[in-house]
C-alpha cells in the first residue's frame, strides 16, 4: 500500500510539474527548504532590492537573515512600529527586484491560488516586482480549483491565529465568513499563467509537507 502511495504523489507531482510548465511557470523541484535557500540566494544576484511575503515555509529557511543583511536592499515589513509604517513599506516594495513569497494552493492543472488579509502579497506577484520566486513544499498541490477554495478557507483561521488577527476565525478555528477589517480572505487570487509583464514567475517546490 505504501509503494502505491508513493506512485500516486509521484504521478500527481509530474503531472503538476508539467501543467505549470504548460501555463508558462518555471519549475525547480528540491528535496527540502536548505536546498530551496540556495537555490534562492543563486537566482538573486548580490545588490538586489527585495521584498518578502509572510509565510511558514520561508519561516523554515534562513532567507529572511540573509536579504536582511549588507548584501542586499530589503524591504524591511517585519519589524515596523506601528501599521502605517509597516503598509508603506509594502506598497514601496511593489518597485523591488524580487519577490521572494509562498502561496496556499496549487491546483494540478498548473494555477497558483492564494489569500490576502491586506493585498501586498497578491498584488505582488500579479504585478511589481521585476521578478517572483514562489517557494512551497509539495502539500499544497491540490486537485482543481473548486478543492482550492476549501483549502484557503482552511488556512485562513490556522493564518488568523498565528498572526494574532482578531476575528472570529481565530477564536472558532474555522472561517465564520465575517466583515471583520483584519479578516484574513478579504483578497483571493487566481494565477493562471506564470507570464508576467517582466518575466516569468519561478516555482521552487519542496519535495515535503510544509507549512499550512
Known amino acids: ?26 519549475v525547480e523541484i528540491v528535496e527540502n527548504v536548505h536546498e530551496a535557500e540556495k537555490l534562492t540566494l543563486k537566482m538573486i544576484p548580490e545588490g538586489s532590492s527585495i521584498s518578502m511575503g509572510g509565510s511558514v515555509t520561508l519561516g523554515m ?20 512600529p506601528t501599521w502605517d509604517a509597516t503598509v508603506k513599506v509594502m ?4 518597485l523591488s527586484d524580487y519577490l521572494v513569497t509562498g502561496t496556499n ?9 492564494q489569500m490576502d488579509s491586506g493585498g501586498n502579497r497578491v ?7 521585476k521578478n517572483v520566486i514562489v517557494i512551497t513544499g509539495i502539500n499544497k498541490i491540490i486537485k482543481d480549483i473548486h478543492e482550492g477554495y476549501e483549502r484557503l478557507y482552511y488556512v485562513g483561521p490556522l493564518n488568523s491565529k498565528r498572526l494574532n488577527h482578531k476575528t472570529p476565525c481565530n ?8 466583515m471583520t477589517g483584519m479578516r484574513m480572505c478579504n483578497l483571493i487570487s487566481v494565477i493562471r499563467s506564470g507570464n ?4 516569468k514567475t519561478k516555482i521552487i517546490l519542496i519535495n515535503d509537507n510544509l507549512g499550512y
Not at 105 to 113: H, S
Not at 171 to 178: I, V
Open 1 to 26: 500500500m505504501k509503494e502505491i502511495k508513493k506512485i500516486y504523489l509521484q504521478d500527481k507531482l509530474e503531472l503538476t510539474v508539467e501543467n505549470l510548465r504548460k501555463n508558462g511557470f518555471e
Open 61 to 80: 529557511t534562513g532567507l529572511l537573515k540573509e536579504f536582511r543583511s549588507e548584501k542586499y536592499s530589503f524591504f524591511e515589513r517585519f519589524n515596523q
Open 91 to 94: 506598497r514601496e516594495s511593489l
Open 105 to 113: 494552493a496549487i491546483t494540478e492543472d498548473g494555477m497558483l491560488m
Open 123 to 129: 498584488a505582488g506577484m500579479a504585478y511589481g516586482p
Open 171 to 178: 477564536f472558532t478555528g474555522k472561517c465564520e465568513d465575517c
Open 196 to 199: 508576467r509583464p517582466f518575466g
